[in-house]
């Protein structure tokens, strides 16, 4: 079994509902969960005007390679109404499930990169998994010490996993 850490955010819809159906499918003979982060109201990254997200980190074990746990997320989103091929990139979406870590191993092929290429790049990201891993170091950086160079002001933690907050 190999560790994983996965990334999951929603900004459309009933974000909290979206992140929880995400989080049950993922248990059901994708992954084993081990630890899952609060959630957390983030502002929107990247070029297109859009409401906020709820993020969220999950840290557990998965029997998939690398490839086929992609196809597995991949078909999670769809399952959830994500279509990839009509969106936009950086756009709204119901769901967005990225694997972040997969055990120590460092892979770049077409579609997959792990780990993560921006994951140091984003508190929305570092913010949750710092919270289940504070003591994770990636690419010989400690996830404290890049999460200490950026802006995490926009990264708000809710109270409870299912809850659910309005910003305009």
């Not at 999951?8 to 159906?21: K, P, Q, T």
């Not at 409401?51 to 999950?58: A, I, K, P, S, T």
């Not at 690398?66 to 399952?79: D, F, G, S, V």
């Not at 709204?92 to 870590?101: E, N, V, Y």
Request: charged share 25%.
């Amino acid at each position: 079994m190999a560790e994983v850490f996965i990334a999951l955010g929603a900004n459309l819809g009933d974000r909290a509902a979206n992140l929880e159906r995400a989080r049950t499918l993922l248990g059901r003979g994708v992954l084993r969960p081990a630890a899952v982060s609060s959630l957390y109201d983030t502002e929107p990254w990247g070029p297109i005007p859009q409401g906020h997200y709820l993020n969220q980190v999950v840290r557990g074990e998965t029997a998939f390679g690398p490839r086929e746990l992609l196809a597995k997320l991949l078909a999670i989103e769809e399952t959830l109404g994500r279509d990839r091929a009509r969106e936009q990139r950086y756009a709204a979406r119901t769901i967005d499930l990225d694997i972040l870590l997969y055990d120590d191993i460092e892979l770049v092929e077409p579609g997959l990169e792990i780990p993560h290429p921006r994951l140091l790049e984003r508190a929305f990201v570092l913010v949750p998994l710092h919270e289940i891993a504070p003591n994770l170091v990636v690419r010989g950086i400690a996830i404290r010490d890049a999460l200490a160079r950026l802006d995490a002001m926009g990264v708000v933690r809710l109270a409870g996993p299912d809850a659910t907050r309005s910003r305009s």
